[in-house]
């Protein structure tokens, strides 16, 4: 498995592929805490990878603010055909989402999926400890 960045990625002919069945964007925020939603989590590590082919591509790196909070991260996703009425699931793609606190000692992992035109919120519950888990 080749680790790259989104960048990298870019310039591959798996690339083109790709951006073909997810044309549109989704965005989303990610708030990391403690103590029921009470604590923000500053200084969390967040990376967003997704395994295309061969590749384990690197879409983001950041770090929490000081609320806890990393936002608009766009990411590609397909068309968004969400309907409320029609109960059909929309089509998605679906990326893993890493979280790690170096001072706090923890990873969190998620599978996240992402819709076209819609904002997606990941809330990450950490803990004080030595534990690492997801």
């Known amino acids: 498995m ?9 310039s591959l002919p798996e690339y083109q592929e790709y951006i073909e069945t997810n044309p549109s ?20 590590n967040i990376y967003i990878t997704k ?20 936002d608009n991260i766009i990411l590609p996703a397909p068309i968004g055909d969400f309907n409320l009425d029609d109960f059909i699931t929309p089509s998605y ?9 170096d001072q706090l000692k923890q990873i969190r992992q998620y599978q996240i999926s992402m ?3 819609v904002k997606v ?14």
Do not use: C, H, R, W
């Open 2 to 10: 080749n680790n790259i960045t989104y960048e990298q990625f870019k």
């Open 25 to 44: 964007t989704g965005v989303l925020k990610v708030q990391v805490f403690t103590a029921d939603q009470a604590i923000p989590i500053p200084n969390t």
């Open 51 to 70: 395994q295309i082919g061969n590749y384990n591509v690197l879409f983001f790196q950041g770090e929490t603010d000081s609320s806890g909070i990393i």
């Open 93 to 101: 793609t679906t990326y893993q989402l890493v979280a790690s606190n």
């Open 115 to 117: 819709f076209g035109d």
């Open 121 to 134: 919120l990941q809330y990450i519950k950490m803990f004080g400890g030595d534990n690492i888990g997801s």
